[in-house]
């Protein structure tokens, strides 16, 4: 017989990422301040360091005169000593994405 067998190929690799390991802790969040092209309210974990992004209203991290404005530039934003002077306790992390992942580095001042 003549007839050609289909070819059999081979299952590929997800090209989802796969699901990360659970943590062997519960999380206890406190609250920063993140900076990724804008600056908004996060959590960061106090036992391994784990950042949650938290999106919704971020106006009193603007400048007074700029809020209320339809659109949000960099220079609209506090100070980062304003930031550590109105919330004396919040830490802020620049927040970057790299080959190797999401690296976040804390901005002392």
């Not at 050609?4 to 699901?19: F, L, Q, T």
Request: proline share 6%; aromatic share 12%.
């Amino acid at each position: 017989m003549d007839r050609e067998s289909p070819i059999h190929r081979k299952k590929k690799p997800s090209s989802k990422s796969k699901a990360s390991s659970r943590s062997n802790h519960k999380h206890k969040y406190e609250p920063c301040i993140l900076k990724y092209l804008q600056y908004s309210w996060g959590e960061r974990c106090q036992i391994c360091g784990r950042i949650r992004y938290k999106p919704g209203h971020r106006s009193d991290l603007l400048r007074p005169e700029c809020r209320g404005k339809p659109y949000v530039w960099i220079g609209d934003y506090l100070s980062i000593r304003e930031m550590k002077e109105k919330y004396p306790g919040i830490r802020v992390f620049d927040w970057e994405y790299t080959k190797s992942g999401v690296v976040h580095k804390e901005i002392l001042e």
